[in-house]
């Protein structure tokens, strides 16, 4: 199987990914916040034992890592290709993450909560990635004792997961409700049904190449069905709402937009990686609206020309240097 990022055009022209993410903690060990080093290497050992030392095909998919062993520009690469959160890529305490082949699949040890299962697949797949992410906590279930309260449900370091743990979110791509100016009115709706809008990276990010993503904010008083089945509702709305804001659009002006984003991206020789996402952008519109017909997936484009990603690829640059080696990447993608 491929990364997330590099089959999503098979999957839809607005949903770019789909998360689940799952909140756990052991029962008689302090949250993250209060762990000791040896409190720390202890719960690394025991969820690397339980999955590895499970002996089921699914766990033979899996590689265990110390993140001690990751060098920073891998960490946030990885930050990059959405696998791990900034603040996970930021610790400095032992932490570890059980990861499969093709990354879809991520186990953060030690980050906010005690485990993190984390599951992220192309396109509008969130039953699929819950499906999956159910799988390895009724693993870990097995083997270790959660902590686990009959009113609060699963109990979290921060209480705004307490009930499910579960925050599931899709990544949307959105330039003509942008572009008009809703993303803001959106968001403010949403939210009062209990759901959110955020950047590309999540909490506190900005939004880049229209991409935003949409979660769920309620995990305390609601299933976890109901709250992928509402999630789902809302995304369909957004992409219907996408879908009429671009069929509404100018046709020669979005033609032209797309047509010069296109050139400049096969021609530069300096890319900033600001500009580079505001072109591809419009060059993922065209090509899903069938105005640019081009082979090349401009979100596998996006992920790998990000800053850690060249230096992962090339070697530790100079942003100048990042830019240059940027711009000879994406002209030979799309040559």
Known sequence: MSNWYKTQDQNSSVAVSSRIRLARNLKGLPFPARMTTAQ???LNQRVKEAILGSNTPFAKTLKYIDMHDVPETQKFAMVERHIISPEFANKTEPTAIILSSDESISIMIGEEDHIRIQVILAGLNLAKAYDIAEQIDTLLHDSLHFAFDSKLGFLTECPTNLGT?????VMLHLPALEWGGEIETLGTS???????VRGMY???SKSMASLYQVSNQITLGLGEKNALDNLLIITNQLIEKEIESRNSLNKLELEDQCFRALGILQNARILSSSEMMNLIS???LGKSMGILDIKASPIEILVEAQPFMLCGKYGVLEPRERDIYRANMVRETLK
């Not at 743990?165 to 979110?169: C, K, P, T, Y």
């Open 202 to 204: 999540g909490e506190g």
């Open 190 to 196: 949403i939210s009062k049904i209990g759901f959110t």
């Open 165 to 169: 743990g579960l925050r599931a979110s």
């Open 282 to 284: 419009c060059v993922k």
């Open 40 to 42: 720390r290497i202890e």
